[in-house]
T-cell receptor, first 112, second 115 residues
Framework: GQQLNQSPQSMFIQEGEDVSMNCTSS?????WLWYKQDPGEGPVLLIA?????ELTSNGRLTAQFGITRKDSFLNISASIPSDVGIYFC????????????FGAGTQVVVTP | DTAVSQTPKYLVTQMGNDKSIKCEQN?????MYWYKQDSKKFLKIMFS???????INETVPNRFSPKSPDKAHLNLHINSLELGDSAVYFC??????????????FGPGTRLTVL
């Protein structure tokens, strides 16, 4: 299946800095989801987006559903050590029967 | 309190063996999924069941056979295990597969190692 283009692949940042990552697709998506995966655990849903242009926050996390419906970004403000992990974007194309497509992930490393 | 649970957490076995992974969800969801995560952390869907009916069957070897005894359970049986089957397998569930609000919730994963 199609793979979303997620960037950057990895980020090394200092505590307190802001983080930004994005995903793009050649297809129109109905839904964008952002997940975080800690080592040895399953992906945990952070934010869900359903409408083009929608901007949604969850604590220090903010995500937006792109106007073209082909992209989304996730921002993390004032990063802390527990933000370390792999962040995945995932999208549902129209009539996808739940066939979620995942980006390759962004590895975030936060140094004190 | 666990939402989506999987057993076992770790599975180490020899090539050629047959093994099963079990998944249960207590969220009242109608749809369940199996995903495979490879060594590069890429997640790919394998199967999906909605109310015990198979709705997604990606290009997966027929050595992999999902079974859904009821909508709260989706098990994965793998025959004649091969080295390339080594990966982390995740179960997930959602309210539906065609609804707009289709957030998928994942289990903790089963790390399968084939020797």
């Amino acid at each position: 299946g199609q793979q979303l283009n997620q960037s950057p692949q990895s980020m090394f940042i200092q505590e307190g800095e802001d983080v930004s990552m994005n995903c793009t697709s050649s297809s129109i998506f109905n839904t964008w989801l952002w997940y975080k995966q800690d080592p040895g655990e399953g992906p945990v849903l952070l934010i869900a987006l359903y409408k083009a242009g929608e901007l949604t926050s969850n604590g220090r996390l903010t995500a937006q559903f792109g106007i073209t419906r082909k992209d989304s970004f996730l921002n993390i403000s004032a990063s802390i050590p527990s933000d370390v992990g792999i962040y995945f974007c995932a999208g549902l194309p129209l009539d996808s029967w739940g066939k979620l497509q995942f980006g390759a992930g962004t590895q975030v490393v936060v140094t004190p | 309190d666990t939402a989506v649970s999987q057993t076992p957490k770790y599975l180490v076995t020899q090539m050629g063996n047959d093994k099963s992974i079990k998944c249960e969800q207590n969220l009242g969801h109608d749809t369940m999924y199996w995903y495979k995560q490879d060594s590069k952390k890429f997640l790919k869907i394998m199967f999906s069941y909605n109310n015990k009916e198979l709705i997604i069957n990606e290009t997966v070897p027929n050595r992999f056979s999902p079974k859904s005894p009821d909508k709260a359970h989706l098990n994965l049986h793998i025959n004649s295990l091969e080295l390339g089957d080594s990966a982390v397998y995740f179960c997930a569930s959602s309210h539906g597969h065609r609804l707009t609000y289709n957030e998928q919730f994942f289990g903790p994963g089963t790390r399968l190692t084939v020797l």
